[in-house]
């Protein structure tokens, strides 16, 4: 089964941008849809991303425009790319992988999560 290990959080003004990376060991990386969710303090997890076997890509409303989630099977690493970050962005944030869906935007369809990395974001 694949693990999974997220890095690149970290503490950002309004309007910067991070980069954060989950980079996948065992298993098949290139069998999974890999999704990117995140949690605020007293918060529900919030799907944010979230790129199919083929490269297809999608988002939350809430960060459509600003984030881009893209993968590198052959480093078995996936990168998202969060600009014009706002304070609302502040949160816990965990890539996961799965093999079945049908939806891919529900923490519930996701077996295999990373520990996560922690963004804030001063105003």
């Known amino acids: 089964q694949v693990q999974l290990v997220e890095s690149g959080g970290g503490l950002v003004q309004a309007g910067g941008s991070l980069r954060l990376s989950c980079a996948a060991s065992?298993?098949?990386?290139?069998?999974?849809?890999i999704g990117w969710f995140r949690q605020g303090p007293g918060k529900e997890r919030e799907f944010i991303a979230r790129i199919m076997w083929s490269g297809l890509t999608y988002y939350g409303d809430s960060v459509k425009g600003r984030f881009t989630m893209s993968r590198d099977n052959a480093k078995n690493t996936v990168y998202l790319q969060m600009n014009s970050l706002k304070p609302e962005d502040t949160a816990v944030y965990y890539c996961?992988?799965?093999?079945?869906?049908?939806?891919?935007?529900?923490?519930?369809?996701?077996?295999?999560w990373g520990q996560g990395t922690q963004v804030t974001v001063s105003s």
């Open positions: 065992g298993g098949t990386f290139s069998d999974y849809v």
């Open positions: 996961a992988a799965t093999r079945s869906g049908p939806y891919y935007t529900r923490p519930y369809e996701y077996n295999r």
